[in-house]
């Protein structure tokens, strides 16, 4: 369910108790985003949030989308052929690009939720290349989580040491 579809059903503060119930698989600071960042975003308009939820509005995860160019380093791991696919400006070297945000799963989510979740965001992007253009998708992840995205059809852009690794896919 988009979250914009929840703003509008409920109070505010019983959004936020809903969302405040939210326990992340994994220590992050997805929980963080779901807790307190999410709905000024919604808000403003700077990123759309999904919500998997069951019946009874527990959230077994989620997925954030937005909007974000991206520098492609001079050393990047990509493709000549990829480069010139996600329209990479001569120039500056940035690329426009859709960003996947947050993707997030709870404690009790079902096996296989997080690949859903990725469906559901590329299915969103879909729509909004087909009426805006954009090729690429990005994310950024930790090292530990780099071959789960390789397995979602995401290319490493570069690897230069930081704590998250930025990835890309064509949309």
């Known amino acids: 369910m988009a979250l ?6 409920y109070q505010e503060r019983d959004l936020d108790a809903i969302l405040s119930e939210y326990r992340s698989v994994r220590e992050s600071d997805t929980e963080d985003f779901l807790h307190i960042k999410a709905i000024p975003m919604e808000k403003r308009d700077l990123s759309r949030t999904f919500i998997a939820m069951t019946p009874d509005m527990r959230i077994l995860g989620y997925v954030s989308l937005s909007i974000k160019c991206m520098r492609i380093p001079d050393d990047t791991l990509l493709s000549r052929n990829v480069q010139r696919q996600i329209n990479v400006d001569s120039r500056t070297g940035v690329a426009q690009s859709y960003l996947i945000g947050q993707l997030s799963r709870s404690v009790d989510a079902p096996k296989g939720l997080g690949a859903e979740l990725i469906r559901v965001a590329m299915r969103r992007i879909q729509n909004s ?18 071959p789960y995205y390789q397995g979602q059809g995401f ?5 230069d040491g930081n704590s998250l690794n930025p990835m890309m896919t064509l949309v």
């Open 129 to 146: 290349k087909m009426n805006v253009g954009c090729r690429m998708v990005r994310l950024d992840c930790r090292d530990e989580l780099v």
């Open 155 to 159: 290319r490493m852009v570069a690897h």
């Open 4 to 9: 914009s579809e929840l703003i509008s059903l």
